[in-house]
């Protein structure tokens, strides 16, 4: 009887334990099929999605077709035809708001709205304590650095590094400077549009970040 009665425990286990294999071996098929379609699959986009996606593009462009018109009315107006102020500084007639958002434009990217926010998504807000770390440190560079450039009327750090040592060092800077930005900055932020590209469209990668370094210079 007691045989018995450990046979039929020893089977019924079995059986419990092949019944648990079977069903994470579903789990986690299913959850391969899903996350594959997730990636394979392009993201159906809804009327408004197109609507809202559009009608950024059509109010970006006009923006930006008025005030390059006004600027380039402005710079043939000009004696010299525009300078370094006009480019870097937009001849030192804009407000703080206009500057404080011109700076977090040019330094937001694809890779911050897709990497850090997989990042945080995925490990937790962590990532993000780097990024409000460089509020403080854009503090002091403009309190230090600021009057410094405004008193020498000078608008970048190679210009500044001219003056105070020697045009072979802003060369070098200039160099080192653009590789960085090229290996780092750049390549992440076309590897990034492309993966958005991929996801929502169902284009290929590379083709999309072809197209993403085609449109850049234009």
């Known amino acids: 009887m007691d045989h018995a009665a450990i046979a039929a425990a020893t089977m019924a286990t079995t059986s419990s334990t092949e019944a648990a294999v079977d069903h994470a071996a579903i789990a986690a098929a299913t959850m391969a099929t899903t996350s594959s379609t997730a990636i394979d699959e392009p993201v159906q986009l809804a009327v408004i999605d197109i609507v ?15 005030y ?12 010299g035809g525009g300078s370094t102020d006009d ?12 500057i404080g958002l011109s700076l977090f434009v040019s330094n937001i990217g694809s890779e911050h709205l ?14 993000g304590l780097y990024e ?13 650095m600021a009057p410094i450039y405004l008193r020498a009327r000078i608008a970048t750090l190679p210009e ?3 003056r105070r040592y020697s045009r072979r060092l802003r060369s ?3 160099l080192v400077s653009l590789a960085i930005y090229v290996f780092t900055k750049l390549s992440v932020s076309v590897f990034s549009g492309a993966t958005v590209l991929h996801t929502v469209f169902g284009w290929p990668v590379q083709l999309a970040a072809i197209g993403l370094v085609a449109l850049h210079p234009a």
């Open 160 to 162: 500044y590094l001219e």
């Open 68 to 79: 390059w018109l006004k600027e380039r009315r402005a710079a043939r107006a000009a004696p």
């Open 132 to 144: 409000w770390s460089a509020g403080i440190h854009i503090l002091v560079l403009g309190f230090l």
């Open 114 to 127: 897709v990497g850090l926010a997989g990042s945080a998504a995925s490990s937790g807000l962590a990532v």
């Open 87 to 98: 480019f870097f500084l937009a001849g030192r007639s804009m407000t703080w708001p206009a």
């Open 172 to 174: 070098m800077l200039s």
């Open 52 to 66: 809202l996606i559009a009608a950024y593009f059509l109010m970006v462009s006009a923006v930006a077709c008025v």
